[in-house]
């Protein structure tokens, strides 16, 4: 989800599996987002935007200190964008939307030992939907594009509530840390699942979800000391409940449901058909999912003269459940056996349970030199299995013929019919051995890192689009993959000039991917993942130390990414695209304003691929935007 992030001071990255760090087990990486503390600034901080396609966004932030001891702050936030697609079907905009945040945060210090922090924060976001561009064929390349156009209604809201609970005591041998976090979400989501102007069917999708964290954490007191250590212990409950019902309606019965069931009747009554009398009917779809972990884990680091040796362990397990509920009622009949239309009830209700338990080491080295350092690291990664919720009403689709033919006495087939078992909604863990060797320089005003890696995948969860009439995405697990790239940046400064500049290159492929009986795609590309990326930023700061201004500050980004594969069997692809901003920002005192430009050559480029009902579609990136802003601290 998209958040606001008040008055940011610092944001570190810290790459490939992280769990014997803090916290949930983390796969990827971890970004730790610093934010402003009441207790080391106190004031007002004003923030406005607003540019050329009508969006603007305004926020305010305030810190106290009234004690030495305790400090707080209240924050806010409003968006409101127009949109930049037009629907051609509605002739509205289709992505524009709204949204507001608020934050308080309080810090209090009772004693020279504990330090103990609270931030509550709410969000509520109203969104249009969405941006999608059906091809008149499955080839990016040499295709056309053909304009947004869909006849039924689509939208996103949301409101989540988060708080953490931060309690710090200071020992005489280790410091203690208990974390305590409670999250709500609700959301309701409104979509014309075909994106087309035809009626085939709708998704009123609403969930709930509680999540409840509590992590205690020790560390060594004494930073001198050869040997530093952190040990922790981490556990969540979550609980989510989703009702997905899906509208089909006469187009989607008409062509996804009984031309496909009577091209099977055809084969015997060539002229007889099977006939279903609703001009809509509902799938009902309700799934309870609690989801409980806990995890004990540590890390030891050694400094033996220029030397830091790091190992680190984690046990980690996780159990999930899923309690599903499925129903429709559709009036049918077949011409040459009856006269009438017949209610019938078809249902699907079952448990599937998924549960892990892991052992995640870690390892690394870290010589130093006067400027710099290298290193080799080795890390056991791992992300739990879980359920493909977006998959039921395919089953039921199922299910439900498979209902009619039974009471017609007819044997059901159908391409469909194996996936009337709820097997087909769970995918398995991943696990992944990361191993990466690098380095930093830094002399004077230039500063350069290289990393080198090699991920090793078993089991990768991939997304998977259905073919022929299916609908929902769901998540598969490929066999083996391996992932091998290499990423470097550097950062220059000269006077009043200052460069940066990151390229990182990466090739995924299928080690083992069987698709099916005949198909294998081992040696192709993981789709998604941009064999290039590129980011460079060149900014000058012009100094004029005037009554009315004290310094203008130019900058210039570019930003490349691609070749992005879009599918298993690497038929559409999307080569590497450019985006050029630019940016003017005047200051004085404590006053500031600029003038920006994002995708400054109005570049068409696209972010997402996807396929529903046998049609290919793509998600447009946003085109050039120009706007102004205004920062004002007091």
């Given amino acids: 989800f998209d958040f606001d992030f008040f008055d940011i001071r610092r944001i570190d990255v810290l790459r490939g599996p992280q769990g014997t760090l803090y916290g949930r087990n983390s796969n990827g990486g971890i970004m730790n987002i610093y934010t402003l503390s009441p ?111 869909y006849n039924d209604e689509c939208g996103y809201n949301r409101f989540t509530l988060i708080d953490g609970l931060v309690a710090k005591r200071t020992g005489k041998r280790a410091d203690l840390a208990l974390v305590t976090s409670y999250q709500f979400l609700s959301d309701e989501l409104l979509l014309d699942n075909d994106f087309t102007s035809w009626s085939y069917f709708t998704l009123h999708q609403t969930q709930r979800e509680h999540n409840v964290t509590q992590e205690i954490l020790f560390t060594r007191h004494d930073k001198t000391k050869q040997w530093q250590w952190t040990t922790g212990m981490f556990a969540f409950g979550k609980m989510l409940n989703i009702a997905s019902p899906v509208a089909f309606k006469r187009d989607g019965i008409e062509r996804l449901i009984l ?78 056996t009856m006269t009438n239309y017949k209610n019938i009830r078809s249902e699907f209700v079952g448990t599937e349970k998924i549960h892990s338990f892991v052992v995640l080491p870690k390892l690394s080295a870290q010589y130093f030199f006067n400027d710099g ?25 199922s299910v439900m013929m498979a209902a009619i033919m039974d009471d017609l006495g007819v044997s059901f087939s159908s391409e469909n019919a194996g996936a009337q078992s709820a097997a087909a909604t769970t995918y398995k863990p991943e696990t992944n051995y990361n191993f990466e060797v690098g380095g930093k320089y830094q002399k004077k005003s230039f500063a350069g890192t290289l990393a080198l890696f090699w991920i090793e995948g078993v089991d990768q969860q991939i997304t998977v689009l259905p073919e022929g009439n299916g609908v929902g995405r769901k998540m598969s697990n490929a066999g083996r993959t391996r992932s091998r790239g290499v990423e470097c940046s550097a950062h220059y400064t000269l006077q009043n000039w200052n460069f940066t500049a990151d390229y990182g290159f990466t090739d995924a492929r299928y080690r083992d991917y069987q698709y099916n009986d005949t198909v294998n795609y081992a040696g192709n590309h993981v789709p998604y993942a941009p064999t290039s990326t590129i980011a460079a930023q060149a900014k000058y700061v012009w100094k004029i ?47 500031s304003f600029g003038l920006f430009c994002k995708n400054l050559t109005d570049t068409q480029y696209y972010t997402f691929y996807f396929k529903s009902i046998g049609r290919s579609f793509y998600a447009e990136g946003t085109p050039r935007v120009i706007g102004i802003n205004c920062n004002l601290t007091i």
């Fill in 373 to 397: 350092s290298v290193y080799a690291t080795f890390a056991n990664g791992y992300r739990a299995g879980g359920f493909n919720t977006q998959i039921f009403s395919d089953i039921m689709q």
């Fill in 259 to 336: 031309d496909n069931a009577n091209k099977g009747i055809h084969t015997t009554f060539p002229n007889n058909n099977l006939e279903i009398a609703d001009s809509s009917f509902v799938i009902a779809c309700d799934l309870t999912i609690p989801t409980y972990g806990a995890a004990l884990y540590h890390e030891s680091n050694w400094k033996i003269k220029r030397w830091k040796l790091t190992t680190g362990i984690r046990a980690d397990f996780e159990y999930s459940q899923m309690d599903y509920n499925e129903s429709c009622d559709v009036d049918y009949r077949f011409d040459l």
């Fill in 39 to 149: 207790m080391v600034w106190q004031g007002l901080r004003v923030k406005t935007e607003f540019d050329s396609e009508f969006s603007t966004k305004a926020s305010v932030s305030y810190y106290s200190k009234p004690k030495d001891n305790f400090g707080y702050s209240v924050a806010a936030a409003a968006s409101y964008n127009e949109g930049f697609f037009t629907n051609e079907y509605l002739h509205k905009q289709c992505d524009g939307g709204s949204s507001f945040s608020g934050r308080v945060k309080l810090h209090w210090l009772p004693n020279a030992r504990w330090s103990v922090e609270n931030s509550t924060s709410v969000n509520y976001v109203d969104e249009g939907g969405y941006a999608y561009h059906q091809t008149d064929s499955n080839n990016l390349n040499n295709s056309e594009i053909l304009p947004i156009s």
């Fill in 545 to 591: 130390n005037r009554k009315f201004l004290d310094n203008v500050q130019f900058s210039l980004q570019y930003r490349g990414i691609g070749k992005i594969y879009w599918n298993d069997d690497n038929s559409l692809s999307q080569p590497l695209y450019s985006l050029l901003s630019a940016q003017i920002q005047c200051e004085k005192d404590n006053f």
